[in-house]
């Protein structure tokens, strides 16, 4: 009976699962860099490994891009700010807010994020499936923290639609790509003040006639 054949083994599975983190790090920053444009060369040249290595894990592009799109996903909805808390300083937490978030934007989306609202016949169902997924997940998200400053602020009905439409825009990465001669946190505080002017601005006069963007589904 062969002792090291346990060993062996679990070595092997150890340099797979390597290999195959290698390769999603490597799909995510050529996401960041290049978007849907990143070819499965990009990715193996990125990740240090051979063409053949990336279809040894991974049996298509698409299925590849799924799966580095998902982990992309589930870094940024780990970092992202939370709404205000209870009498908290809604213009210190929307600085802040924005600036984190323009800065997991930088590092994090990059590029992907346009092909993300670029029609493209040639992206399979699969990934138009993800990409779906991610935009109603931004919308909601955006949409909470809207809810959450507009009642920290002391609304006491629904924020009017604008206030949603401009956190949905001047907290996505549209506003951070728009400046992108400037850093994250120039973009961030750039965005916060036109927020905070536009929330003081419904509160107080919550009736006035409101330009609704379609922004929200």
């Given at each position: 009976?062969?002792?090291?054949?346990?060993?062996?083994?679990?070595?092997?599975?150890?340099?797979?699962?390597?290999?195959?983190?290698?390769?999603?790090?490597?799909?995510?920053?050529?996401?960041?860099?290049?978007?849907?444009?990143?070819?499965?060369?990009?990715?193996?040249?990125?990740a240090?490994?051979?063409?053949?290595?990336?279809f040894?894990?991974?049996?298509?592009?698409?299925?590849?891009?799924?799966?580095?799109?998902n982990?992309?996903?589930?870094?940024?909805r780990?970092?992202?700010?939370?709404?205000?808390?209870?009498?908290?300083?809604?213009?210190?937490?929307?600085?802040?807010?924005?600036?984190?978030?323009?800065?997991?934007?930088?590092r994090?989306?990059?590029?992907?994020?346009?092909?993300?609202?670029?029609?493209?016949s040639?992206?399979?169902?699969?990934?138009?499936?993800v990409?779906?997924?991610?935009?109603?997940?931004?919308?909601?998200?955006?949409?909470?923290?809207?809810?959450?400053?507009?009642a920290?602020?002391?609304?006491?009905?629904?924020?009017?639609?604008?206030v949603?439409?401009?956190?949905?825009?001047?907290?996505?990465?549209?506003?951070?790509?728009?400046?992108?001669?400037?850093s994250p946190?120039?973009?961030?505080?750039?965005?916060?003040?036109?927020?905070?002017?536009?929330?003081?601005?419904?509160?107080a006069?919550?009736?006035?006639?409101?330009?609704?963007?379609?922004?929200?589904?």
């Open positions: 009976m062969d002792n090291h054949a346990p060993a062996m083994v679990e070595l092997r599975a150890e340099q797979r699962e390597v290999a195959r983190t290698r390769i999603l790090t490597g799909a995510r920053s050529v996401l960041v860099e290049r978007g849907f444009e990143g070819t499965i060369d990009d990715v193996a040249t990125a240090g490994v051979s063409r053949r290595t990336v040894r894990h991974f049996a298509t592009h698409d299925a590849l891009l799924v799966e580095a799109i982990e992309i996903v589930a870094t940024v780990s970092s992202v700010p939370r709404p205000p808390q209870k009498g908290e300083d809604v213009e210190v937490w929307l600085t802040e807010a924005a600036v984190q978030l323009h800065t997991l934007h930088a994090l989306v990059g590029r992907a994020f346009w092909d993300v609202h670029v029609p493209r040639s992206v399979s169902p699969e990934i138009v499936a990409l779906g997924d991610l935009e109603r997940r931004r919308l909601d998200y955006g949409t909470q923290l809207a809810v959450g400053a507009w920290s602020l002391g609304g006491s009905t629904p924020p009017p639609a604008l949603i439409d401009v956190f949905l825009l001047q907290l996505s990465p549209f506003a951070r790509h728009a400046f992108a001669q400037h946190e120039e973009v961030g505080r750039a965005c916060a003040k036109i927020i905070w002017t536009v929330l003081l601005a419904a509160l006069d919550p009736h006035q006639p409101q330009i609704v963007l379609s922004v929200q589904s």
